[in-house]
């Protein structure tokens, strides 16, 4: 439904940092990864691979009950493509 919006392509598309998310994560600089993921999720709660980076930042950075909120929706997202 979030993907139908008429500003979807702005909200989540344009300016997508994705090999920022990549870089940051697989260089082990979690801290950073968090901090792009999160303001990038302020913009489009819906970006999977946005909710993977913040699962695992938090989860590097010994915070695993907030890590647990971006693995739900991380799943949620996953079983939504799936249906």
Do not use: M
Request: hydrophobic share 40%; with cysteine.
């Amino acid at each position: 439904e979030y993907g139908d919006r008429a500003d979807f392509t702005e909200l989540c598309e344009t300016g997508r940092p994705l090999k920022q998310f990549i870089e940051l994560t697989n260089g082990r600089h979690f801290q950073e990864a968090l901090g792009v993921s999160l303001q990038w999720l302020a913009k489009c709660p819906v970006d999977i691979d946005a909710r993977y980076v913040a699962a695992v930042a938090l989860t590097e950075l010994g915070r695993p009950q907030e890590a647990q909120e971006h693995i739900d929706w991380y799943r949620g997202l996953v079983e939504s493509v799936f249906a």
